[in-house]
T-cell receptor, first 115, second 109 residues
Framework: KAGVTQTPRYLIKTRGQQVTLSCSPI?????VSWYQQTPGQGLQFLFEYFSETQRNKGNFPGRFSGRQFSNSRSEMNVSTLELGDSALYLC??????????????FGNGTRLTVT | GQNIDQPTEMTATEGAIVQINCTYQTSGFNGLFWYQQHAGEAPTFLSY????GLEEKGRFSSFLSRSKGYSYLLLKELQMKDSASYLC??????????FGAGTRLAVHP
């Protein structure tokens, strides 16, 4: 069974640009969560999508947005990039049932560098 | 607010036992997870606790005390390949999985 796939693996952008990252979950998983990982802060929760609806949101500015398609694939967009947005962006999928021990399965991430 | 604390770094010797602690204060509690992350790789699921007590899985065990907001991950018979970061994460009542900053474990011969 294929794992979580994120594209691209690496991105270099300049300040002020915008970027779109893509995530394909494990087949059958309906929940997709996005995290930002930096050396000092660890994994910071961005948002979670379930059945094309945003179910949870972290404390990031409105420049960070996402969406989920009917096939559960998800995209994350960051507009007006800042230097501080340089990070590893991880996508994770799960069955999404609230009361279960269903763990998150992570992709290998997209390494974004903003110059 | 949400707060999950773990030690930043630990070192241990091959063959030994190491315990990585995690304390948490979150908006409700709906389970605690431990993940392992090797440098440059994705985090991978290790264990899950939702009730008090010890869960054992091979060389790895995880303990939970909900009343104390405390968990630990116990690694036995350490191997060099266990050198990695270990992430403690709590699922809150809104189903968000909140992660600690992680503990970097270095295993030396």
């Amino acid at each position: 069974k294929a794992g979580v796939t994120q594209t691209p693996r690496y991105l270099i952008k300049t300040r002020g640009q915008q970027v779109t990252l893509s995530c394909s979950p494990i087949s059958g998983h309906r929940s997709v969560s996005w995290y930002q990982q930096t050396p000092g802060q660890g994994l910071q929760f961005l948002f979670e999508y379930f059945s094309e609806t945003q179910r949870n949101k972290g404390n990031f500015p409105g420049r960070f947005s996402g969406r989920q398609f009917s096939n559960s694939r998800s995209e994350m967009n960051v507009s007006t990039l800042e230097l501080g947005d340089s990070a590893l962006y991880l996508c994770a999928s799960s069955w999404g049932r609230r009361d279960s021990n269903s763990p998150l399965h992570f992709g290998n991430g997209t390494r974004l560098t903003v110059t | 607010g949400q707060n999950i604390d773990q030690p930043t770094e630990m070192t241990a010797t091959e063959g030994a036992i190491v315990q990585i602690n995690c304390t948490y204060q979150t908006s409700g509690f709906n389970g605690l997870f431990w993940y392992q992350q090797h440098a440059g790789e994705a985090p991978t699921f290790l264990s899950y606790n939702v009730l008090d007590g010890l869960e054992e899985k091979g060389r790895f065990s995880s303990f939970l005390s909900r009343s104390k907001g405390y968990s630990y991950l116990l690694l036995k018979e350490l191997q060099m390949k266990d050198s990695a970061s270990y992430l403690c994460a709590v699922r809150d009542l809104g189903n968000k999985l909140i992660f600690g900053a992680g503990t970097r474990l270095a295993v030396h011969p």
